[in-house]
């Protein structure tokens, strides 16, 4: 699906045309899915890396019609003067289906539009299904792909689950949602992703650090200080504040895109770039960061929360959340890594809401 293929001899990536597939988009109706998902399928689409077979389907609670899905997400393509006719185009690949997450009549629907899609290609398709929805209903929706025989792959078809962060609530929740999901798929099938690894500045980090034998020998504690990592956002949470008096920042950008940014920076090198030793080196990574007692939580997190200004609401003041709400929108911290590298270098992490200014 991604057009993406690695040369793991040389590693290098290059991009191919991929087979037909078909894209299953699960909280269709939602933020991602205007801002990100789409405008990213329309780039694939105008650089020939969607294959003209493919199909994609969004489903979620809200009622609508095919015409008026197009119409909700057509202003977020992002067109230039020498792409003609491809919007239309691009849209005439996409349907939409309404239905309850846990009611079978809406697996039994899904089930045939995905047969109608595949009908008119030559090649059965994989499926994708991406669950850009909150993480309480990713063990309901998989059970129900599974129980409606969505996931079986007899037919020849690969059959894939997006999981978007973040995942679970807690370490004890996510063990759970862990073992759960890993009864009804395979590891290959899974997909737990972060967007944020799709940032072109954060794709470059290994091969700034690997690539180039002028800073490998200085990345280590030795010559380095101190590392810090930013991510800050002049807005506030606009739509979303439902999603982040559930979920807040640190849960929102601390578990997944600061800590894999702090991976890339930070790992040691792997003995491939293919997805599985890259990954084993990120564990290793997070294995050796010092863990901090209850006591001294405050001595290197630091949680905060924007208030009103001339340029916006206070958080408190965004609609559905709570006068009360203690929900940070901004946090700060010192992770050390007890390792050979990096032994005594402090790293600064720091995200956040409704800050002076945009930087990453």
Known sequence: MSGVSCNLGTGFCMEVNSPPCIIVIFGASGDLTKRKLIPALFYLYKSNLLHEKSSIIGCARSQMSDDEFRNKIEGSLKVSDSDEKKPAEFLSKVSYLSGDYYTEDTYVNLKKSIDECSASSSIIPDVVYYLSTPASLYEGIVTQLSENGLLDESNGAKKRVVIEKPFGSDLESAKVLDASLSKLLSEEQTYRIDH?????????????????????????????????????????????????????????????????????????????FDADSIRDEKVKLLKSIRRCSPDEVDDYFVRGQFDSSDAMNGYRNEENVS???????????????????????????????GLAKRVS
């Open 323 to 353: 006068k009360k709400s203690v929900v940070e929108t901004f946090a700060a911290a010192k992770i050390l890594i007890d390792n050979w590298r990096w032994k005594g270098v402090p790293f600064y992490l720091r995200s956040g809401k």
């Open 196 to 272: 944020y690894l799709g940032k072109e500045t954060v794709q470059n980090i290994l091969m700034l650090r690997f690539a180039n034998m002028i800073f490998e020998p200085l990345w280590n504690n030795k010559y380095i200080d101190n590392i810090q990592i930013t991510a800050a956002e002049s807005i506030g949470v606009e739509h979303r504040a439902g999603f982040y008096e559930q979920t807040g920042l640190l849960r929102d950008m601390f578990q997944n895109h600061m800590f894999q940014m702090l991976g890339l920076v930070a790992m040691e090198a792997p003995s491939s």
